[in-house]
Nanobody, 131 residues
Framework: QVQLVEAGGGLVQPGGSLRLSCGVSGGTFSSVTTAYETMGWFRQAPGKEREFVAGIKWSGSRSLYSDSVKRRFKISSANDKSTFYLQMNSLTPEDSAVYYC???????????????????WGQGTKVTVSS
């Protein structure tokens, strides 16, 4: 079974940057996914619901960002499809949360934003933005 593993969280000052990564344990994405699948990043702050941050088709043909991170965050994948990333710039305390990567095999929505569309999740990596 595909398992996702996030890395790259930590403590950063406001205005700083972090890059999160998400890989597959025991294999590579290229062996288990297709161009039609979506890889997404979500986050959940204490007391709040899990929210969509960004998503990308493995084909690279489409990506989508939430309004709160648009123009600050960038989702991308490694050329060999073994890992995908979330580059986070101009971080604010409001970005503090546990960040999760997830995989959706749904083919009816171009880039799903609802957590229910994603069937495989990583364990999460904590991001704290504080001075």
């Amino acid at each position: 079974q595909v398992q996702l593993v996030e890395a790259g969280g930590g403590l950063v000052q406001p205005g700083g940057s972090l890059r999160l990564s998400c890989g597959v344990s025991g294999g590579t994405f290229s062996s288990v996914t297709t161009a039609y699948e979506t890889m997404g990043w979500f986050r959940q702050a204490p007391g709040k619901e899990r929210e969509f941050v960004a998503g990308i088709k493995w084909s690279g043909s489409r990506s989508l960002y939430s309004d709160s991170v648009k123009r600050r965050f960038k989702i991308s994948s490694a050329n060999d499809k073994s890992t995908f990333y979330l580059q986070m710039n101009s971080l604010t305390p409001e970005d503090s949360a546990v960040y999760y990567c997830a995989r959706s095999t749904n083919l009816t929505v171009v880039v799903p934003t609802g957590p229910n569309y994603y069937g495989t999740w990583g364990q999460g990596t904590k991001v704290t933005v504080s001075s």
